[in-house]
């Protein structure tokens, strides 16, 4: 898959709760970020704020709910791209690869760069034995983020397999 960046209309601008979530997301404050989440749904509908929830419901153990929860973001916002990667990793989480390809797919091409749709996209390539797009993609993860010990891990397990 050629990820290029789309062409799709511009998205709005989040609101301050909403960014203030992201930021609790992003620190790893389940219960802040939860609470910022909610109070900014309750201002406006946004695809990141129920990304935000299903994240930390995620983070709880349920996975069910977070899956609902980025279909709810999705519905708000079908360009979603935190909601899209999201629902792509906890989807290879259950080992549903060819579903989560679908969805990373789509985060990319709405504009996804984290280190993490790169490594999901990694697995998913090596789960469906495509071990050179899985060290690209491995290799693309830790150009955005050099620490990320399991895109590290993930391109050492492909490289050794490819020798």
């Known amino acids: 898959m050629e990820r290029t960046k789309s062409k799709l ?13 992201l930021l ?3 620190a790893g404050d389940i219960d ?6 909610k109070s900014a749904l309750s201002e406006q509908a946004s695809g990141e ?7 930390a419901l995620a983070a709880r153990g349920d996975l069910d709910s977070a899956l609902v929860e980025c279909e709810r973001a999705l519905a ?6 935190l909601a899209l990667s999201d629902l792509g ?6 080992g549903d690869f060819d579903n989560a390809a679908s969805y ?4 990319f091409e709405s504009g996804a760069t984290s280190s993490r749709v790169h490594y999901d996209w990694g697995r998913v390539s090596a789960q469906r034995g495509m071990l050179k797009r899985a060290a690209q993609a491995y290799r693309d993860a830790l150009a955005v983020d050099p620490s990320y010990q399991l895109a590290a891990d993930g391109l050492m397990q492909v490289t050794q397999s490819l020798n």
């Open 9 to 21: 209309p511009a998205k709005r601008q989040s609101s301050p709760s909403t960014r203030e979530a």
């Open 24 to 26: 609790a997301r992003e």
């Open 32 to 37: 802040k970020a939860l609470a910022l989440a």
């Open 49 to 55: 704020a129920h990304a935000v929830i299903a994240w």
């Open 76 to 81: 708000c916002d079908p360009q979603c791209a």
């Open 89 to 94: 990793h906890y989807l290879i989480e259950r």
């Open 104 to 107: 990373l797919e789509r985060a």
